[in-house]
Structure formats: C-alpha cells, structure tokens
C-alpha cells in the first residue's frame, strides 16, 4: 500500500451531516457522559495566578529524589522483565506489597485474591463493567466521590444516594433505602462506600456502623465496595477496622462480600497508577476477565519500582509518617483559616485523615457560581459540591482539598474564598430586607457558638423541598 | 473553492474566559480550514504579549475565535482597530450592543422588535441606590416564572430559573457571580431556535453589478432546532450539556413562523450594526406562536457540533466555505 505524504486527518473536516451520521452510532450510554460547563470553569483553575484547593492531590514533592533515582536505576537492571507484559492479576512481588499494606491496617488477606489494577478508579470501572447492566441500582453515600460518577454514568447506573453525618453513612437510612428498593422489587448490585475520610466529606464511618453494615449486607446478601485510598493517612485519633477485616471476622473466614478498593496513590505515588482490589474470587475471576479486556495488565515497570520501595526495610511506612506530620499541619491551617474566615452559617467537617474538607454554606449561595466569582476576582477554586451528587443536590457546598499545597498558600485561599463569600451574603442581604437587619439579634440569642456547633458535624440531611430554610441569618 | 489570494491570517484564540475550552476547539477547527485554504496560518493564545505577538506577524487578517469578555465584547476589535489589522466579524460597535443583552434588549424593544419583557438591574445600583427595593415592582410587572442571567456571558453558567420571590435574590446573587448587570426576563415556554445570518458579500466580483439587491443584503441560514432529550433537568448547565441536546437542521416549522423568524434575525442583525455573521437566538412559544428574540452572538462558536457550521452546512455550504466567507468580511468592511 503507497503511503501519502501528508499526515492523514488533517484536512479532512466531518461535516454535520456526517456528525449526525457518528451521534446515531455513539453507545446510548454515552448520553449520561457530558462534558459540562462546571468542567470547562474547572480547567481554567489549572493557571499559575489561582490558588486552587480544588484538586484531589498528594504532595509528591515529598518523596526523596534520590531515593526515587536509586530504586529505579535497581529496577533498569531488571531489563527482560521490566519491559515484559506481566500476568493481569499483576506480580506475585506486588501483592506482596499489598498484603504488606493491608496488614497495616490491620487486615489479613489471601494474595490469591488480590488484582492488581491501573489506579483505584480501575476497580470502579471494572466492578461496574462486571456488575452492573443498565438500570441496575448502586447505593452510595452523599456526597460522593466525583470521580466515581462519570463511571457509574458509563455503566447507566441508578445511583441511590444516601446523606451522611458526622459518622459517615447512616445505617438505618439506607436500609430504609434497601426496603423501599425491595417493595419496588429491586435490589442494590452493591453498596460504595468511602469508610475512612471519605472523598469528598472528610467524615469516617463510625466503628458501630461499619459493624452494622457489614450485618446489613450479611442479611441481605450484598456486595459493598469499601473504597479505601486514605486509610493510612490518619492524622488523630484510633484506627478503625476496615469492612473487609469485619466482614472476615463476622464469616469466621475470608470476607465474602467486600470487594476492597486499595491504591498506592495516596501512600505513594498517583502517577505510578498502581491500585489493586481484593474480592471473593467468583467476582475476582470476572474482574480479570474485564481488566483482559480493558488493559491486558498493569505497568510493569510500577510493579518492580514498588517492590524495590517496599524491599526497603520500613521505608514505605516511615514515608506515610512523614506524609501524616505533613498533611496534619495543613488541615490543621485550613480548619484555622476556615474558622478565621468564613462567615457565620457556614459548617465544615473536621477530617481525621485524609485529603479533603467539606464545608457547606447559606443554602442560596451557590458554590458553581461562588466558584466563577472566587476564580476571576480573588484568583482561588475548589470544586463545587453539585460534582458529587448524581441529581443537582450539593448546591451549596464545596470540596477543599488542604494536602497537595503548602499552609501560607491554604491560608491565603481560604481567606479568598470567604471574601467571595461574605459579597455574596452582603449583596443576598441588601436584596431581602429585614433578613439582614434581624441576624444579628438571633445570632446574639443562641448561647452556642455556632461556628463550633457547625465544625463538629455535618449539617442535617437537607429538606427535599425548599420549605424549611435555615434561619441563621 | 474560489482562488482566494494565499494571506497570513493570525487566529486568535483562548484567553482565560469561561468559554476558553469552546474557543480553543472553535480556534482548531478554523485553523484547519484556513490552511486546506491555503492561506498561513498562526494560532495565538490570547495573553499578555498579544499587541507583541501581532506587531511581530504583521498579519494581513485576524480570524477572532474568542468568546467571551475580551474577545466579542469589542475589546479585541478595537484593539485590532488601533493596530490598524483587519479582522473578521462585527465592529466595536455591533460587539457592545450584541454582547450586553441588556443593551440588545433595549434597542430591539425600541424598535418594535418583539424580545420577551425584562428588567436590567446593575450590581452598584443595589448597593449604591437600594434598587433590592424595587423587586416587588419587578416581581409584580413580570410575574414568575422568570428566567435571570448576566447581561454578558454565552454559556449557561449562571442562567437560573425563579419560580418565586423567596428564589429570586439567590438565582441574582448567582448570575451577579458572571457580570455587574444581570436581567431579569419574563419566561417564555416554548421552542429554542437559532437563525445564523452571513453578510452581505460586499465583494466586486465580475457580474456582481448584475445581482438583485437582495444579494447584496444579508442571508439568514436554515434554522437549527436545540430539542431537549428530556424534560426536567434540574438546572441550565445539564440541559445544554453536550449530549443532553439534540440539534435539529433545518427545525421542521411552519413555512411562516420559518420566514417570520428569518426576517426577524435579519433584522437584528441590521439593527445591532454586524457586520460578516451572527447567530440570533429566538423562542417560538409553545402556545400562541408568537416569535421572540432572546439574544445575538457576534462571535457564534465554530466547533464541530457549533450551531452555525450546522446551519451552513443544511444550506450546502462546506465548512471551509464558510471560513473563507467569514475570512472576507475581514476586507469588506
């Protein structure tokens, strides 16, 4: 075959006939898979003169470069095997290195149950590729990881959301979910939940309910996915079980309805692109099957550099203590600025670990147009909280991620921010007179501090309709 | 294609507008036409350097992809005016009047141009004037639902819905968020149309002594459709999300409300003062028929699913075809 001269594609314009042509082949679901404007704003954050406390980020620059020279010159010596496909569940060496992990906190696994995957958002695309067909019910929390919507959109999920408190998920709500589902005659595929620091919420799964969930789906017979990216990066407070090790325990066994979500992103590295699941093996043969399908098999290169990380004795451990002391000091200095900054009504959660906080503001501001305001006159972003509801809900909230940039800078962002804010609540006051003139008084009668009311919890579960307003100000 | 002179034409693009991603793949798909044009071709983001950046190329034309602040507000035109570099699209003057909707409104409704019944009210004046005052008055005038939205801005962020006075300061503080000036607009239910209109070609071309006079006054292009998937979204954003709209080319209307909605484009586009092409957006209400003008775009965006390649498309014009056209009205003017 001749080969032309000019590079192909250029040139060659697709007309909207032929537009109209592809739209009818395109997969229905990639209907619910749209590229929004919130998305286009968020892009613009990514400029050098905004602070964004947007992103899902770990610090990176923490790890020692020459330690990062060092374990990859080790692995270049491995020349055949470092550039070879590998087996899809991925290297022996690396589950190794996750039964390593796990055992941290405190879970004991059988390595022949672990796959290891391209990131933790790999196991959420593989366990809707293997669970979910259209119109199938996933339960989750709300808010929710935004991350995981566009996967549970592809899939065409019917995501039943379920508000959070200060504990994280409340049982007894979602089984009066799973009821309301079975009167319907429909039941969950599985339940996601985000148990430790929850992205976004920043709240923990108390240890009395995560025993009762794992009851709930003992009882019913159901799949939780326990997504567990930060559960090493407690800066307080005593670890917690991980549903996996629960569900073990209450079996006298090898858990067999958790599917668990693990990655080294957090720990260390995102740009490795190493997470793994650990699953009953019926699901984890599919999930092989699917990951065949969609990757053949995890970097190989990753693999060896983090088996010759972890080959350092207590290197890996003493980096997530390095990362803790960091990360402490930065909640630390946004719960502060946050405190020094935002205006009375407004509530945050006060995460133990993690990377991120909630804060939710005066139900009539809303936080994709606050956004647009704080990113073109006070130069700062965040991510809008409507990124992770399903239906438009989270309106008035926001993620702040405090662990990927230093504390001057987290500072000087929160204090941007509740400036946008407070023009937002000074111009939303001069338009409903009277409300401005009687918040002061109220908020002088209220013998507790609201701010601290407001850290310590997440507000209540929001009132569908519109009726009960919050009267603080 | 016609054996238009090879010229140097600069594409300007980008900038740190909402609308940047929108203008970046408008910017690729002109970029592309323009040198299967045979014209050369720079594509300039827009920043600081930009004056440096120009006075360095010297081009023969400057094709504007931007939208947003800046690029079709008259900032970018004028500029170019002062450099003395001929560029596409409307004039400073046309962009002010088609960029500020409220200002669009104004002089449509005082040419007896029908445009859904609105109010504009301006940040300072709330401040400055207690114009939260006269919300009632406005409430009362216009009755709800009404639809509020920054008097600049093309995207849909900060477009809301109130349905009642208790949900109107907060869907005007959101639109506040995007401009100074926001209107306050009788909601029309009804069918979205777009009208693109192209100037007239101006040139001296052999023969052109010959065309009718109609020739040489602007032509409206087949009207595109924006149908809803479904009904019930929660919030603008979704609704003109990609994917959550269907475009429809030419929209399947009665033969009269087609004509009427193309004279009443054209007519906009003459009153504004464009110059080389615009989009009109309009509304057909659901109930009485009745036509209304909601918007203009000076700088109607050039993707690959943009409402204007669309249209041109349905009346057999290419897409190079039409970047040539829209090249020309650089040398018209």
């Known amino acids: 075959m001749e080969r032309s001269s000019t590079p192909p594609g250029r040139g060659a314009r697709p007309t909207a006939h032929e537009l109209a042509r592809y739209e009818a082949l395109f997969a229905s679901r990639t209907r619910g898979m749209k590229s929004s404007a919130m998305r286009e704003m968020m892009a613009l954050t990514e400029r050098p003169d905004v602070i964004s406390l947007a992103g899902g980020l770990p610090d990176t620059s923490t790890f020692p470069p020459e330690l990062f020279e060092r374990l990859m010159a080790d692995v270049a010596t491995h020349t055949a095997r470092t550039l070879q496909y590998g087996p899809t569940e991925g290297m022996a060496a690396t589950a190794d290195c996750i039964a390593e992990v796990m055992a941290a906190e405190g879970t004991a696994i059988d390595r022949e149950e672990v796959i290891v995957t391209t990131g933790g958002q790999q196991v959420i695309d593989l366990v809707c590729k293997t669970l979910i067909d259209p119109g199938d019910v996933i339960v989750a929390e709300a808010p929710t990881y935004p991350g995981a919507v566009p996967s549970f959109s592809a899939y065409q999920a019917d995501v039943e959301q379920i508000e959070m408190d200060a504990d994280g998920m409340p049982i007894d709500a979602l089984e009066e979910k799973l009821d309301e589902l079975a009167r319907q005659g429909r039941r969950p595929k599985f339940i996601y939940t985000i148990p430790n620091f929850q992205n976004p919420g920043g709240v923990t799964m108390s240890l009395a309910r995560r025993r009762r969930l794992v009851e709930v789906a003992r009882e019913r017979e159901l799949l939780v996915l326990e997504d567990n990216p930060y559960g090493l990066l407690r800066y307080e407070g005593e670890p917690l079980p991980t549903l996996h090790s629960l569900d073990a325990a209450a079996r006298d066994g090898a858990s067999d309805l958790v599917i668990y979500l693990g990655t080294f992103s957090k720990i260390l590295s995102p740009g490795l692109r190493l997470g793994w699941a650990v699953a009953p093996r019926p699901v984890l043969e599919k999930l092989n099957l699917c990951k065949q399908g969609a990757d053949l098999c995890s970097s190989s290169v990753t693999q060896m550099f983090v088996a010759a990380y972890f080959a350092e004795e207590g290197a890996w451990l003493r980096h997530v203590e390095r990362l803790c002391d960091l990360y402490r000091a930065r909640r630390d200095a946004m719960l502060e600025a946050l405190t020094d900054h935002f205006p009375a009504g407004s509530a945050w959660t006060r995460p133990e670990g993690g990377l991120f906080i909630w804060a939710t503001l005066d139900e009539?501001?809303?936080?994709?147009?606050?956004?647009?305001?704080?990113?073109?006159?006070?130069?700062?972003?965040?991510?809008?909280?409507?990124?992770?509801?399903?239906?438009?809900?989270g309106a008035s909230s926001m993620r702040l991620n405090f662990a990927g940039i230093p504390e001057p800078e987290i500072r000087e962002g929160i204090r941007r921010i509740g400036k946008a804010i407070s023009d937002q609540l000074s111009l939303l006051g001069s338009l409903t007179p009277g409300a401005a003139a009687a918040a002061p008084a109220e908020r002088a009668q209220d013998p507790a501090d609201p701010q601290l009311a407001d850290v310590v919890s997440l507000p209540r579960r929001p009132d569908r309709g519109r009726g009960r307003r919050r009267q603080d100000r | 294609?016609?054996?238009?002179?090879?010229?140097?034409?600069?594409?300007?693009?980008?900038?740190?507008?909402?609308?940047?991603?929108?203008?970046?793949?408008?910017?690729?798909?002109?970029?592309?036409?323009?040198?299967?044009?045979?014209?050369?071709?720079?594509?300039?983001?827009?920043e600081a350097d930009l004056v440096e950046q120009l006075l360095a190329l010297q081009p023969d034309a400057v094709f504007i992809a931007l939208h947003g602040p800046q690029g079709e507000d008259g900032t970018i035109q004028s500029l170019l005016e002062a450099l003395g570099l001929p560029y596409t699209g409307s004039g400073p003057a046309a962009c002010v009047r088609g960029t500020d909707k409220a200002l669009a409104k104004h002089l449509m409704r005082e040419a007896g141009i029908p445009t859904p019944d609105f109010h504009s009210l301006r940040q300072r004046a709330i401040r400055d004037l207690g114009a939260g005052g006269a919300l009632p008055s406005i409430e009362q005038r216009l009755g709800f639902p009404l639809v509020v939205k920054p008097a600049r801005g093309g995207s849909a962020l900060g477009v809301k819905f109130a349905s009642s006075s208790s949900e109107l300061p907060g869907a005007m503080v959101g639109a506040f968020s995007y401009d100074g000036t926001i209107l306050i607009e009788r909601h029309i239910r009804g069918r979205d149309l777009a009208v693109s209109v192209l100037g007239?070609?101006?040139?001296?071309?052999?023969?052109?002594?010959?065309?009718?006079?109609?020739?040489?006054?602007?032509?409206?292009?087949?009207?595109?459709?924006?149908?809803?998937?479904?009904?019930?979204?929660?919030d603008y954003e979704s609704r003109y999300g990609i994917g959550m709209t269907t475009f429809v080319c030419p929209a399947e209307l009665p033969e009269e409300i087609t004509r009427r909605a193309c004279d009443l484009a054209i007519e906009v586009f003459e009153l504004l003062g464009c110059h080389g092409f615009a989009r009109v957006d309009l509304m057909v209400d659901h109930e009485t028929a009745e036509l209304w003008v909601l918007e203009t775009n000076v700088i109607p965006g050039m993707t690959e699913t943009s409402l204007l390649p669309q249209a041109a498309d349905a009346a057999g014009i290419a897409f190079e075809e039409l970047v040539a056209r829209m090249l020309e009205s650089a040398f018209t003017r």
Do not use: C, N
Request: glycine share 10%; hydrophobic share 40%; proline share 6%.
């Open chain 2, 200 to 234: 007239a070609t101006g040139d001296t071309a052999e023969g052109d002594e010959a065309r009718p006079p109609s020739d040489r006054r602007p032509q409206a292009l087949p009207i595109v459709e924006a149908v809803p998937r479904e009904e019930g979204f929660y």
């Open chain 2, 1 to 46: 294609m016609t054996d238009a002179p090879r010229r140097r034409v600069a594409v300007l693009k980008g900038g740190s507008s909402l609308e940047r991603a929108v203008s970046l793949r408008s910017a690729a798909q002109v970029e592309d036409a323009l040198g299967v044009l045979g014209h050369e071709v720079s594509g300039i983001d827009v």
């Open chain 1, 364 to 393: 009539r501001i809303d936080t994709t147009d606050l956004l647009a305001l704080a990113r073109s006159s006070e130069g700062v972003a965040f991510v809008p909280g409507r990124a992770a509801y399903m239906d438009g809900r």
